[in-house]
């Protein structure tokens, strides 16, 4: 039997590419996880969501456990809905669909706007995970540089006007993280923002906003792309995972009403009632704004301490992005392939994600490195960092 025979075209040239999770190797018994992108696990409220659980049940029985879920799943939508108000979203029932977290969301926009014929464009760097998702729909991904303001808008207006011109497919699509990036924990500027929503009109392309680490601010949240769009050409993708528990899959899509439709047809029941349902109860009891205001406090420190460690321990010739919100540090380490320097950091017991993953274009991230300040204790973090300096020190030594 021929099994890849039974695989149409566009899933034997989606299984042409790299596999997926490339970028999370197995990693040693305890080590320093920098490369995680997870909560600290003090933060993650296992006590509470036990709590809601139990009441959830207790209350309702067995409904949360069938196929429709309960009524507490659309209280779990006016409770987002009400968090988007306050970021200045004003949503519409049926302009919002609750979704097995923002990867989901990605993925359902990805699969009804997405074909071989269409191109998407992504920043350069940009999350890994939605590069894997697009690459399952089409290989006509179009990259566009970012510097500390975010999207580099007039290298976006530059590419379009040339690709216009050349008779070269325009993007349809373009995915941004404009607050707290991952991987660089850049946000976009104010001017940026108008710029592109502008762009967006003229060559008549959508905007996913991938939102995040929005809420995630050292200080205020910048006004979200979708707060700015007046006609409906921004999809805006929210998450819990980052300040409740990524594990209880819940994230969102705010967007038109006609598109929120075509998701809906394609997620089906793809999503967790049950989980959703529990997040709904939980949300009831918690303070989320006093919530936040621990996270961010404790998030602040950590980044801070990640940027002393690194200042401390890393040679000289490293820079690294100091960032406003969100959960990694972007660092440079000229002439260091840090692809080929993960296998010694693991070995010596030490995760970061080498840059390349984050590119369409490998090569652009070579000398680049991801680290997470989320997860990590200070005490463990300061020992990686440690173990990382020496690390880049003596490959430097090596190759000069
Ligand atoms: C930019 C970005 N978008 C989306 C996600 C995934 O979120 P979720 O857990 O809600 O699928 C992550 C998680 O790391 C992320 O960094």
Not at 209 to 220: I, M, P, Q, R, V
Not at 239 to 264: D, N
Not at 351 to 356: E, K, L, Q, T
């Amino acid at each position: 039997m021929k099994i890849d025979s039974f695989f149409p075209d566009n899933v034997k040239a989606a299984l042409k590419n790299d596999p997926p999770g490339e970028w999370m190797p197995a990693l040693p018994k305890k080590c320093i996880r920098l490369s995680s992108g997870y909560p600290a696990p003090k933060l993650v409220p296992s006590g509470e969501i036990k709590a809601a659980a139990a009441r959830l049940l207790d209350e309702e029985q067995d409904l949360p456990l069938h196929y429709l879920g309960t009524p507490r799943m659309e209280k779990l939508k006016q409770q987002i809905q009400n968090r988007l108000a306050e970021r200045n979203i004003k949503v519409q029932e049926d302009e919002l669909l609750i979704t097995a977290g923002a990867c989901q969301a990605i993925d359902l926009i990805a699969r009804v706007l997405l074909d071989e014929n269409v191109a998407v464009a992504v920043e350069a760097p940009t999350y890994m995970e939605a590069l894997e998702i697009f690459r399952n729909y089409t290989n006509q991904i179009i990259s566009i540089p970012i510097d500390d303001q975010g999207l580099r808008t007039n290298e976006l207006a530059q590419v379009l006007a040339e690709r216009k011109s050349a008779g070269l497919t325009l993007p349809r699509l373009l995915y941004t993280i404009p607050t707290f990036q991952n991987p660089t924990g850049t946000t976009l500027s104010g001017e940026r923002r108008n710029h592109l929503l502008e762009l967006a009109a003229e060559y008549d392309f959508l905007i996913l906003e991938d939102d995040a680490y929005g809420e995630l601010s050292f200080g205020e949240s910048p006004t979200t792309l979708k707060t700015l769009d007046t006609v409906g050409r921004v999809l805006h993708v929210g998450s819990l995972s980052k300040v409740v528990a990524p594990g209880m899959r819940v994230g969102w899509i705010v967007g038109e009403s006609e598109f929120i439709t075509a998701f809906s047809w394609f997620k089906k029941d793809l999503d967790h009632p049950f989980a959703q349902a529990t997040m709904a109860a939980y949300l009831e009891k918690v303070d989320l704004d006093e919530r936040l205001t621990e996270l961010k406090t404790v998030y602040r420190s950590k980044s801070e301490r990640l940027a002393q460690y690194i200042k401390k321990y890393f040679p000289e010739s490293v820079s690294w992005y100091v960032p406003q919100g969100g959960y990694f540090v972007w660092v440079k380490v000229p002439g260091v392939d840090t692809a080929e320097m993960l296998e010694k950091a693991l070995a010596a017991g030490v995760s970061y994600v080498p840059g390349r993953f984050f590119f369409a274009n490998q090569q652009e991230g070579i000398e680049y490195l991801r680290l997470s300040f989320s997860y990590e204790s200070e005490e463990r973090m300061e020992a990686g960092v440690q173990i990382l300096g020496e690390l880049i020190a003596s490959y430097l030594k090596k190759t000069t």
